[in-house]
């Protein structure tokens, strides 16, 4: 076996204690402490766990918890944004199918933030999703506001897919 032959086996093994990783990781995101007055641009919060939340053998209602969690917790720092703040916008993305690449954005500067969304260059194009939703094939009750995005990374000998699925109070500059 070459080193390539073991890490598709282990992507490929069943993952051992599911609930009590989706447990532990639900704890750990809950009500994140934000610094909203720390200054730059944007703020990005991880997903705080090990990829075995995207591992194929993950159970569907596993992931859907965490996606559920993970937009509810969006909206609660969305809501406790400080009155004094200035200018400040939380953006929850899910990331699918890599669940660990999501995060939670909090904007500090509103140049930067509506140049975030134009992606449409050599390397990296985002295709607006239209159609279809994200929260609803997978049951979740939200108030924020779904924008999904087919994105398409290039470089020399590499391409990459993936479906970026982003949630705010707000709507998005798209213009």
Same mark, same amino acid.
């Given at each position: ?47 705080? @766990? ?6 194929? =053998? $993950? ?12 937009? !509810? ?24 199918p890599q669940l660990w ?27 607006p999703i239209e159609g279809? @939703?994200?929260?609803?094939e997978r049951n979740i =009750? $939200? ?12 470089? !020399? ?19």
């Amino acid at each position: 076996m070459t080193i390539d032959d073991n890490i598709i086996s282990m992507w490929n093994k069943k993952v051992r204690g599911q609930r009590r990783k989706l447990k532990a990781l639900l704890k750990a995101i809950e009500h994140p402490t934000v610094p909203f007055e720390r200054e730059g641009q944007c703020i990005e919060l991880s997903v705080p @766990s090990t990829p075995w939340i995207e591992m194929p =053998k $993950t159970y569907g209602k596993v992931k859907t918890e965490f996606c559920r969690k993970w937009i !509810e917790e969006t909206a609660i720092l969305a809501d406790s944004i400080p009155e004094d703040a200035g200018f400040c916008k939380v953006v929850g993305s899910i990331v699918y199918p890599q669940l660990w690449n999501s995060t939670i954005l909090i904007f500090r500067d509103e140049e930067y933030y509506n140049s975030f969304w134009k992606r449409d260059d050599a390397y990296q194009i985002w295709t607006p999703i239209e159609g279809k @939703s994200f929260i609803r094939e997978r049951n979740i =009750k $939200t108030d924020l506001n779904e924008f999904g995005f087919d994105e398409v990374l290039k470089d !020399e000998d590499f391409e990459f897919h993936c479906r970026i699925w982003f949630y705010t109070k707000d709507d998005l500059p798209l213009n």
